[in-house]
């Protein structure tokens, strides 16, 4: 689960990180109103105008503007609030702006230069323990940062036993070329972060940029937020954060009935029970001409209910021109996947599209013996050869 910008700043702060603070509006009459009251809050005579959207790199895209007086603030707000925001991180299709973020302005002048920061804490996989992972060259893509100087990117390990010592704080700050108060400002900064990290469940905090103010303050301009969604029931208040509007709705009703599903742009819809067994039937998929249009697995649990519920995702996507369904009965029985089929045939209706399925494993005879039996147009396939053959024929 992803938190907006707002969302995770606000999240940051009530663990003592500091953040550039902002208001969020939903109309430009809001935006104007929380530039009054930002004002009063911070002093602060400029104002950023920030799009609130799931994904980086919005500066590039227009959905990150500077103004300088509240008759620009009103402008840019409702130019930029229903706008379809296309990033790199997007896809062409870019992503609808439902609200903005008016944020004080930290450049301010002084007799110190401002320096930008780049600050993450995710988990080593590897390892099994989380990292921080930071550069001095903040404000930038950090992937052609490393592509291009990788020497710039500095990883700190986390024993999860003991958290983050003091020393590693310190030496991150030094790494930084920090010194002096902004030199313990940074430890505090880290210390407060990676304590929010673990308090929250989340699994990546990006923080691009950290800013060294010219007062020598540090704080997190921008804030990107990951939850692990297998933590969310002991986070209710986080869980409440979710914006549904930023996610892909066949995802969301996935969700509805426990179904792994993430959309693809291809064109034959999978269904399969195990995640090994999914990337395999989508390699095949591949290597027989198609393109997979999703990955859908329904689980060891699966039944009559969650296989229509899968149908029905699926057949949502124009772009599908088949149905692979490839089940391996183990703890699955294949003649309940069967009636699946079945019951979605005749609550969905006439499916136009070829349906290929493969049943394997527990009661797998049986479950052939429905669908042969039950009239349906449906191909079916022993092994996945015949399924790969069946697709390469019929896409």
């Known amino acids: 689960m992803n938190l907006h910008e707002y969302q995770g700043k606000e999240t940051l702060k009530?663990?003592?990180?500091?953040?550039?603070?902002?208001?969020?509006?939903?109309?430009?009459?809001?935006?104007?109103e929380a530039a009054k009251k930002l004002t009063e809050q911070t002093g602060t005579s400029w104002w950023v105008v920030k799009a609130q959207i799931h994904a980086g790199g919005r500066g590039k895209g227009?959905?990150?503007?500077?103004?300088?007086?509240?008759?620009?603030?009103?402008?840019?707000?409702?130019?930029?609030?229903?706008?379809?925001?296309?990033?790199?991180?997007?896809?062409?299709?870019?992503?609808?702006?439902?609200?903005?973020?008016?944020?004080?302005?930290?450049?301010?002048?002084?007799?110190?230069?401002?320096?930008e920061y780049y600050?993450?804490?995710?988990?080593?996989?590897?390892?099994?323990?989380?990292?921080?992972?930071?550069?001095?060259?903040?404000?930038?893509?950090?992937?052609?940062?490393?592509?291009?100087?990788?020497?710039?990117?500095?990883?700190?390990?986390?024993?999860?036993?003991?958290?983050?010592?003091?020393?590693?704080?310190?030496?991150i700050a030094f790494d930084l070329g920090l010194s002096g108060e902004a030199f313990k400002e940074m430890t505090k900064f880290l210390t407060s972060l990676y304590n929010a990290y673990i308090n929250i469940d989340a699994s990546m905090f990006e923080i691009n940029p950290v800013l060294k103010t010219s007062d020598n303050k540090i704080l997190a301009v921008d804030c990107k937020v990951?939850?692990?969604?297998?933590?969310?029931?002991?986070?209710?208040?986080?869980?409440?954060?979710?914006?549904?509007?930023?996610?892909?709705?066949?995802?969301?009703?996935?969700?509805?009935?426990?179904l792994n599903f993430i959309k693809l742009d291809g064109n034959v819809g999978c269904m399969v029970n195990g995640a090994g067994l999914a990337m395999a039937t989508m390699d095949i998929i591949k290597q027989s001409g198609g393109s997979p249009a999703n990955f859908l697995d329904v689980g060891g649990t699966a039944n009559a209910e969650t296989v229509e519920a899968g149908f029905r995702i699926i057949l949502k996507d124009a772009n599908v021109k088949?149905?692979?369904?490839?089940?391996?009965?183990?703890?699955?029985?294949?003649?309940?996947?069967?009636?699946?089929?079945?019951?979605?045939?005749?609550?969905?209706?006439?499916?136009?599209?070829p349906v290929i399925v493969r049943l394997q494993g527990t009661?797998?005879?049986?479950?052939?013996?429905?669908?042969?039996?039950?009239?349906?147009?449906?191909?079916?396939?022993?092994?996945?050869?015949?399924?790969?053959?069946?697709?390469?024929?019929?896409v």
């Open 226 to 258: 990951n939850l692990d969604d297998n933590a969310l029931d002991r986070q209710p208040n986080l869980e409440a954060m979710r914006d549904l509007s930023e996610e892909d709705p066949a995802e969301i009703e996935a969700k509805k009935y426990n």
């Open 119 to 171: 600050v993450s804490v995710l988990l080593n996989r590897a390892t099994g323990r989380n990292i921080i992972m930071y550069s001095t060259e903040g404000g930038m893509d950090i992937e052609t940062v490393a592509e291009n100087t990788p020497h710039l990117i500095f990883k700190e390990e986390i024993d999860p036993k003991v958290g983050i010592m003091p020393f590693q704080t310190r030496k």
């Open 363 to 394: 009661n797998a005879v049986e479950g052939k013996e429905l669908i042969d039996g039950s009239g349906l147009k449906v191909h079916s396939a022993i092994t996945l050869r015949e399924a790969a053959d069946l697709v390469k024929q019929l």
């Open 62 to 115: 227009g959905g990150v503007k500077l103004a300088k007086n509240l008759d620009e603030v009103k402008e840019i707000a409702s130019k930029m609030i229903g706008m379809q925001l296309i990033t790199h991180q997007t896809g062409p299709e870019g992503k609808k702006v439902n609200k903005v973020l008016i944020a004080q302005d930290v450049y301010y002048p002084g007799e110190s230069p401002t320096s």
């Open 322 to 353: 088949a149905i692979l369904l490839n089940i391996f009965g183990g703890i699955v029985r294949c003649d309940r996947v069967a009636q699946g089929v079945v019951d979605a045939y005749k609550s969905i209706g006439d499916i136009k599209i």
């Open 14 to 32: 009530s663990f003592g990180v500091r953040i550039q603070e902002g208001i969020v509006a939903n109309t430009a009459e809001e935006a104007v």
